[in-house]
């Protein structure tokens, strides 16, 4: 009995690489698989079997754990990026308020500046008033002897006759 099959080129590499290494042909080869394939204890096969569906199936939770781990730090960096945007806006606005008030600041002592020289300005005047209002008491005192007294007080005192115009 004759049986054909067609393995792929992969297959056929590894069964010549076998075959010389045993230093048998390949169709002794495939009669040692057939009957190996056939009289072995399955609890062997089907033990390597769900290793290796155990085996797919950690690396599948791994690669999806991997995803999983890829997509959050791609999320955290989204995040840090938009942290540090929003920290060089404050830095900005910081910097501006600094600068209103490094303004401001210079303003208030102009402001205060002015305000001393109104304040010594007006003093100045007070002062100047006072002198002149002592001066005017001064000079008042000194004309109302020189002054003709007031008509009722010359009809009082008729010796003021001299005062009188005819």
Excluded at 10 to 25: D, H, Q, V
Excluded at 29 to 38: P, R, T
Excluded at 96 to 115: F, G, H
Aim: hydrophobic content about 30%; cysteine-free; charged content about 40%.
């Amino acid at each position: 009995m004759r049986i054909y099959a067609e393995p792929d080129d992969l297959t056929i590499s590894e069964m010549e690489r076998a075959a010389t290494e045993k230093g048998i042909t390949k169709k002794q080869l495939v009669l040692e698989a057939i009957d190996l394939y056939l009289h072995q204890d399955r609890s062997e096969l089907d033990q390597a079997i769900k290793d290796r569906d155990q085996a797919r199936s950690d690396a599948d939770q791994r690669w999806k754990e991997a995803n999983q781990t890829k997509s959050e730090l791609n999320q955290l960096k989204r995040d840090l990026e938009a942290e540090r945007s929003q920290e060089d806006q404050l830095r900005s606005e910081v910097e501006q308020a600094r600068s209103e008030k490094d303004l401001a600041s210079s303003e208030a002592v102009a402001l205060r500046r002015d305000l001393e020289h109104f304040k010594e300005t007006l003093r100045l005047k007070d002062d100047e008033i006072n002198f002149l209002r002592g001066h005017l008491s001064q000079l008042s005192e000194k004309i109302q002897p020189a002054l003709p007294p007031s008509q009722e007080e010359a009809k009082k005192k008729r010796w003021w006759r001299f005062w009188r115009r005819d």
